[in-house]
């Protein structure tokens, strides 16, 4: 018998299409994850346990090796900076990272403020476009910061644009392309090197 | 700032309990006397260095070093591991007499943490340096001593991955003939990003074998069979050479007969920047990061004036007792309760008991308000009361 493979997932859209992706890759999943506030999931065909967390959280289980594996986007990667191995681009849910607030404004010249969810995106971000700027760190509803005079710019994930558009802002610097990927706890990918490779050469086959 | 609370520690600070102490110092001594059998010395150095000495030579991040100034205004950091100083020893006292150098540590290191609980910023480090031993006998050693030190710590299962760091030099050196491009992908490694660096490469536009060459390094896990792939990747002088150690290495580890603990992967690249040949990181599995790791700094020591190979290993202490799981409470005191009449008795009762290796409580009763409760920690109590003065 195998050991037992904990996947750390977020809960969402990012889950619907992982689990696409992991039955095209051949994994015996059941039809339905039907309780929905569950937040382990045991699929004993498999000998997997998914673990759904919050898609910031992903990362912190997978490096604190509570997780085995885990799916989480490049947004909370390049957030997060945890010490995990980026296996493999799943190039599922795609969307990117952009600049955004209200048309035809400019960054403040005195005290620059950038509102956004990924402080540390944002900073690293303007500083290397020289900019000294101010972060304020928000939870949700990002596009409110300009609308309100928060801050003259949000930092922020864009999939489609339509939310922005319906809030009146404009999309200024694209930052990055986000897409989720599959990472490894450092000492997993040694201790269960075998059942980590097979899936990620099964996975790598679907993508 | 909210007023501190009295039961506070600063951020990383850990308190050492009895019972995990207890645990600490036998696993602890253990370990010690097994690397003491290979013939290594211990050595103390000071929790205080220069900044501009050990700070700067250690390869830990500027801001995780503890800094302070002493009285003339120098910068001080608390040592943040214990290979800088002891190559700074070796450097300038130790190596006039005696190559190669065979020394040892259990010593507290310490590196400020940013994000959240769950690292110490305090922790203790047991390890070895062999200094002056250019060979790869010196790193087979390394490993064998650290393979025996785990088992006499009482773990079993736990896996060793080697690499090379001179062999990822070599590599992309030897496909790339650019030093940036090739530092940007050891960045990539390091960072454990696999998607990144494979997005690097295929940017880079290169012709279809360099391509597949930088690549292949990270299919390069396992036994011996890399080998095999390493060489048709690279076959230059100093990649070859490289890999010659690691088959050399690998044939060693078969006469320690360690090698079923040890497989290859060589785009390992370790946190410790120093590392210039073989190195290898230890896991254990139930811990989330590496519980120990080490390997050859030949180029170390030259910062502190002294030219001469040296290899070595760490292991955190917290790591390996979690790894080694639940800690049985031993409780092995024994209580001699008394009343000040059989004092005396006591006294020379315990003494004798004492130098007969016993541990040995002395308590008077007058002393302890709940004798009930007091007694349940002990396994054997003795009561040398006088019942008249008892029932008054």
């Given at each position: 018998m195998t050991e037992c493979l904990t996947i750390a997932m977020p809960k969402g859209r990012i889950f619907d299409d992982a689990v696409e992706l992991l039955r095209a890759a051949h994994f015996q999943l059941p039809p339905e994850f039907d309780d929905n506030r569950k937040l382990i999931l045991e699929v004993k065909e498999e000998n997997i346990r998914f673990i759904l967390a919050k898609p910031m959280d992903v990362a912190t289980y997978v490096e604190q090796g509570v997780a085995d594996i885990g799916i989480a986007g490049k947004d909370v990667m390049l957030e997060e900076e945890r010490d995990v191995y980026e296996l493999l681009d799943l190039k599922i849910s795609p969307c990117y990272l952009a600049t955004a607030g209200l048309p035809g404004t400019k960054l403040s010249d005195i005290a620059p403020r950038v509102a956004s969810k990924y402080p540390n995106i944002a900073s690293t971000f303007y500083r290397e476009q020289g900019e000294q700027v101010e972060i304020i760190k928000l939870n949700g509803s990002i596009e409110l910061a300009p609308m309100i005079g928060l801050a003259e710019r949000i930092v922020d994930i864009v999939s489609t644009g339509q939310t922005l558009k319906e809030n009146g802002l404009v999309e200024y610097e694209k930052i990055a392309d986000i897409t989720s990927r599959l990472i490894a706890n450092p000492v997993s990918y040694r201790i269960k090197e075998k059942r980590i490779s097979e899936l990620v050469s099964r996975l790598a086959e679907v993508i | 700032m909210t007023k501190l609370f009295m039961f506070e520690k600063p951020i990383g600070m850990r308190d050492t309990l009895p019972i995990l102490y207890g645990a600490k110092m036998k696993v602890r001594h253990r370990m010690l006397q097994e690397i003491k059998s290979w013939g290594y010395q211990m050595i103390e150095t000071p929790a205080l260095e220069y900044y501009e000495t050990v700070g700067e030579a250690s390869a830990i991040l500027n801001q995780q070093l503890f800094k302070l100034l002493d009285q003339q205004g120098r910068s001080l950091v608390l040592r943040p591991d214990m290979t800088a100083p002891i190559a700074r020893v070796a450097a300038s006292k130790l190596l006039k007499k005696r190559i190669p150098l065979r020394l040892s540590y259990s010593a507290n290191v310490y590196r400020a943490q940013?994000?959240?609980?769950?690292?110490?910023a305090e922790f203790e480090q047991i390890g070895i340096e062999c200094i002056g031993n250019s060979t790869v006998s010196g790193d087979a050693e390394s490993i064998a001593l650290l393979v025996s030190t785990l088992k006499v710590a009482g773990l079993h299962q736990f896996k060793i991955s080697v690499g090379h760091v001179g062999f990822i030099q070599e590599l992309l050196v030897y496909a790339l003939k650019s030093e940036s491009e090739a530092e940007q992908c050891r960045k990539f490694l390091f960072e454990k990003n696999y998607v990144g660096y494979r997005n690097y490469v295929s940017s880079l536009k290169l012709p279809y074998d360099v391509e597949e060459c930088l690549l292949s390094l990270l299919k390069?896990?396992?036994?011996?069979?890399v080998f095999q792939i390493a060489k048709t990747v690279v076959n230059n002088e100093a990649g070859k050479k490289a890999i010659g150690e690691l088959e050399d290495l690998w044939v060693q580890l078969h006469e320690y007969d360690v090698q079923d603990y040890v497989s290859f992967d060589l785009s390992l690249i370790s946190?410790?920047?120093?590392?210039?040949g073989i190195l290898f990181e230890v896991y254990a599995?139930?811990?989330?990061?590496?519980i120990g790791n080490g390997g050859r700094y030949d180029n170390l020591l030259n910062q502190f004036g002294y030219q001469a190979p040296a290899t070595g290993f760490g292991l955190v202490m917290d790591r390996l007792l979690e790894a080694l799981g639940e800690i049985e409470e031993e409780n092995d005191v024994i209580c001699i309760m008394f009343s000040k009449e059989q004092r005396k008795e006591a006294i020379s009762l315990a003494k004798e008991m004492r130098e007969s290796g016993e541990a040995v409580v002395l308590q008077d009763i007058d002393g302890v308000s709940d004798v009930q409760a007091y007694v349940k920690s002990f396994t054997t109590v003795n009561y040398l009361v006088n019942v008249q003065e008892e029932s008054k």
């Open positions: - | 940013q994000r959240e609980g769950g690292r110490p390069m896990r396992g036994l011996e069979e946190h410790m920047s120093y590392y210039t599995g139930s811990v989330g990061s590496p």
